[in-house]
């Protein structure tokens, strides 16, 4: 069993939509959970972070972490032509150590 | 203020040969850290420098990897002997020591091709 889990989709949308994407993962000892947004041929930037279990929102994106079910949420409303990217769930149990990685889902927004 | 930064962007190298990544981190970051996609594969933790000691080097997958960071600032990856198995994308991230978030900083990457 992986360490994280990712639906590697692709998963198309029309503009507007609203976009759930999820990660479960197996260690319980993660605390910190961040969501990043990667372009093609772009490195990893961050969109959300999260420490420990709970709700976040930030204009269109909401984070979501439910550490009893070992379950993370991004949600994006309103989704726009520009969301068209790899999203990846990322976490870590301490702050400074490696991330550890969901293999990102292929997100495409369509006009 | 400027971002991590990576050399070269693509890199097209035959195997047996040896290959040289450099990252940059952004000013000031003690962490700095290694990671590498495989293709059709997650990202994944090569090691980490705090300034200029390796504090893990739990994930480099063997000894042909040699990573180094001079006086605590650019790292350097070198590969000798390249196998086609380390094709790839390889990452170079920085953070603070401390602070109020626990994120990492990406450079854009490396795309190493081995023939």
């Known amino acids: 069993q992986k360490e994280v889990e990712q639906d590697p989709g692709p998963l198309s949308v029309p503009e507007g939509a609203i976009v759930s994407l999820n990660c479960t993962y197996s260690n319980s000892a993660f605390q910190y959970f961040m969501w990043y947004r990667q372009y093609s041929r772009k490195g990893p930037e961050l969109l959300m972070y999260?420490?420990?279990?709970g709700n976040k929102e930030d204009g269109r994106f909401t984070a979501q972490v439910d550490k009893s079910s070992k379950y993370i949420s991004l949600f994006i409303r309103d989704s726009q032509p520009s969301d068209s990217a790899t999203y990846l769930c990322a976490m870590n149990w301490n702050y400074g150590q490696n991330f550890v990685f969901g293999p990102g889902t292929r997100l495409s927004v369509l006009p | 203020e400027a971002g991590v930064t990576q050399f070269p962007s693509h890199s097209v190298i035959e195997k047996g040969q040896t290959v040289t990544l450099r990252c940059d981190p952004i000013?000031?970051?003690?962490?700095l850290y290694w990671y590498r996609r495989v293709m059709g594969k997650e990202i994944k933790f090569l090691l980490h420098f705090v300034k200029e000691s390796k504090q893990d080097e739990s994930g480099m997958p063997n000894n042909r990897f040699l990573a180094e960071r001079t006086g605590g600032t650019y790292s350097t990856l070198k590969v000798q002997p390249a196998e086609l198995e380390d094709s790839g994308v390889y990452f170079c991230?920085?953070?603070?020591?401390?602070?109020?978030?626990?994120?990492?900083?990406f450079g854009p990457g490396t795309r190493l091709t081995v023939l």
């Open positions: 991230a920085s953070s603070p020591l401390s602070g109020p978030y626990n994120e990492q900083f």
């Open positions: 000013s000031g970051h003690d962490n």
């Open positions: 999260t420490y420990s279990s």
